[in-house]
């Protein structure tokens, strides 16, 4: 096999790009992670076409640097997916991911191999969970049931047999994804019982791509609170007022102080004493993960609210990056208006901007950021930001943020 010359090895780069794979319920269920590599004498190579090319060495910098990953500082105690490179199907498996969590995407065509289901119940017993793209329950296809723990199934290839195909995957044990065009195609996929959705028109794309929502009572009382901690001069007595007229917002905060994270020698009873041990950024976390109303799945929402949050003021430098960052993740997670949130919330006419054009600098951070998180490398770096370093930075807020959301989250 030809490889990279050595000194060409150790300047490779690359950029690590996560998406969620969600179920009909929009709970997400694992993360799709993919690597792309800055090459020395080239452009960021999309490491997916790459190895559909054939191109061997590239492949073999691609597998050294998803043994590198902390997949399971990305997937949590989700699935992590990830595409196979020829030396994973050869068993050279990434060993971070959470155990049995490891999902090996296998090349289209993986079944047509001489060898298939040898080299398909080796995976298996070394550990991974094995994913067959474009289902259609081709013999071929079939006789590698047994071995697999997803199917995924192409709007493209027509939805007609989708039904039978579920019916068939399921009787096997096996869960079915599906690759939607349109979001129209949800509806089908939920009437032939599909499991979950991967990419393209399944990834929740924002309050623009659905029914908006209203807010509950509890949720506007959310945002009023956060409204008072976003002042420049934050009264805590204040946000404690509003927080005692939400209940479950008492009790979340009086537990949270009380717990263990803070090791405090006497108990605090009063959200008062609460708010001002806290203080701003860690009540303003709290209300955020009240905000999304504590449904299944929320720790997900807020880990990605506060990636995107932490991402942002960490590219700007600017504390109302973090702002601007929150309120653009927590509009997409609610369903609703952006101005119903930032009217509410009453931010800066800059933070505003920010949000809802991407103007300013601020804006020019969360529009980097939002195009690191759809893979988008071109605009990244039209933003005037490195891919690789933008990459960096968000897989770091990604580890801080999973502890804090964790901690926050109901259990």
Not at 24 to 46: A, F, H, M, N, W
Not at 53 to 62: D, F, K, N, Q, Y
Not at 83 to 100: Q, V
Not at 176 to 203: H, I, P, T
Request: contains cysteine; aromatic residues 4%; charged residues 25%.
């Amino acid at each position: 096999m030809t490889t990279l010359p050595v000194e060409r090895e150790a300047a490779v780069r690359s950029s690590v790009h996560r998406e969620a794979v969600r179920d009909l319920e929009d709970r997400v269920i694992g993360y799709s992670v993919t690597v792309s590599l800055d090459l020395p004498d080239g452009p960021v190579t999309d490491a997916i076409g790459a190895l559909a090319a054939g191109s061997t060495e590239i492949a073999e910098a691609l597998h050294r640097h998803y043994l590198d990953l902390d997949l399971a500082g990305l997937g949590a105690d989700r699935y992590v997916f990830v595409p196979a490179t020829p030396a994973m199907l050869d068993g050279s498996l990434p060993t971070t991911a959470a155990r049995g969590r490891l999902v090996v995407d296998l090349p289209s065509g993986f079944e047509l191999g001489p060898d298939a289901e040898r080299r398909a119940r080796a995976l298996t017993a070394s550990g991974a969970v094995l994913a067959l793209p474009s289902y259609r329950g081709t013999p071929e296809q079939d006789a590698l049931l047994p071995c697999l723990g997803f199917v995924v199934v192409d709007a493209a290839a027509g939805f007609e047999n989708l039904a039978a195909l579920v019916a068939r995957a399921h009787r096997a044990e096996v869960r079915v994804l599906a690759r939607l065009q349109d979001r129209s195609d949800r509806a089908v996929c939920a009437d032939a019982r599909v499991d979950g959705l991967r990419g393209g028109a399944g990834e929740r794309g924002g309050a623009s791509g659905r029914e908006h929502k209203v807010l509950r009572p509890g949720q506007l009382q959310c945002l009023a609170a956060l409204h008072l901690l976003q002042q420049e001069d934050v009264t805590m007595s204040k946000v404690a007022e509003v927080i005692d007229t939400e209940p479950v917002l008492t009790v979340r905060v009086l537990h949270l102080v009380n717990s263990g994270a803070f090791a405090l020698r006497n108990r605090v009873d009063t959200v008062r004493q609460a708010v001002v041990l806290l203080g701003v950024r860690e009540v303003t976390t709290l209300v955020t993960a009240l905000t999304l109303d504590a449904r299944v799945g929320a720790m997900d929402s807020l880990w990605h609210i506060l990636a995107r949050a932490l991402c942002c003021e960490a590219l700007a430098g600017d504390p109302a990056a973090y702002t601007a960052g929150m309120l653009s993740a927590l509009i997409d997670e609610l369903g609703v208006p952006a101005d119903v949130v930032l009217e509410a919330v009453g931010v800066s006419s800059v933070v505003a901007d920010a949000v809802r054009e991407l103007s300013g600098e601020l804006g020019l951070a969360l529009a980097a950021v939002l195009a690191h998180e759809r893979r988008d490398l071109e605009t990244v770096a039209a933003c005037g930001y490195d891919v690789v370093d933008v990459s960096d930075v968000y897989l770091r807020c990604l580890s801080e943020a999973l502890g804090t959301a964790r901690a926050v989250s109901p259990a």
